[in-house]
């Protein structure tokens, strides 16, 4: 993983990316890259907390480098990302948290998250060392994306994440595939285990630094 810089809208912006390679496999819920395939990189760039960009995708694009790979965008501090590893595998979260949001919303209620359209965001980046179906890849984003907000609610914000949280999980595309990414599964524990302590971290980090009086709930 490596931290770069770049300035844009007359801002010094941060981007976290990873360089894999041939022989991967990732699951994402990204813009740029989302779905199952072969990839050979994630990008998770910071931008500017009013982004109003209409085409996230060509941005992307233009940011990350040549061949597939997944990219997604956040307006939370990436250089405060937090990481874990557990038994191999290793989640990096960065965490934005001004508009937390229940992921079952009533209908009609507008989310100020999205105006601008990301004013914060929970991105995860899980690297598992064992290949997995498909199957246990959706599995395996079920699991993360619970351990998030397990993470959340301990950490006291009361929701499921943000409106636009995304989430990646990259596998070797050779071997054995495990069958299962459930969380009492092997890998599907140790890899909610770890999303867990990084978002947990990102958090209670997150907290003093970025949310205003009203926000921390003081």
């Not at 500017?48 to 990350?64: C, F, I, K, Q």
């Not at 914060?120 to 699991?143: C, K």
């Not at 351990?147 to 959340?152: F, I, P, S, Y």
């Not at 909610?192 to 907290?207: D, K, L």
């Amino acid at each position: 993983m490596k931290l770069t810089y770049r300035v844009e809208d007359g801002e010094r912006l941060g981007a976290l990316s990873w360089e894999f390679g041939p022989g991967w496999r990732m699951i994402s819920s990204a813009m740029l890259g989302g779905g199952i395939g072969p990839r050979e990189w994630v990008l998770n760039a910071q931008v500017v907390a009013g982004y109003s960009r209409m085409d996230p995708v060509e941005h992307l694009t233009a940011l990350g480098p040549a061949g597939p790979g997944v990219g997604m965008l956040t307006a939370a501090s990436v250089e405060r990302h937090r990481r874990a590893e557990d038994g191999g595998v290793e989640a990096v979260a960065t965490v934005g948290l001004r508009v937390p949001t229940w992921a079952a919303a009533p209908e009609g209620v507008p989310d100020a998250e999205l105006a601008p359209m990301i004013a914060g965001t929970v991105n995860i980046v899980v690297t598992v060392p064992v290949a997995m179906t498909d199957a246990a890849l959706v599995n395996l984003v079920m699991t993360v994306t619970e351990a998030k907000t397990q993470a959340l609610v301990e950490a006291g914000f009361a929701c499921t994440g943000t409106a636009s949280d995304a989430v990646c999980v990259a596998v070797p595309s050779s071997g054995e595939p495990e069958l299962f990414g459930g969380p009492r599964s092997l890998w599907g524990a140790r890899a909610a285990r770890a999303t867990h302590a990084a978002v947990r971290a990102g958090a209670e980090a997150w907290r003093p630094h970025d949310a205003g009086p009203e926000e921390a709930g003081e």
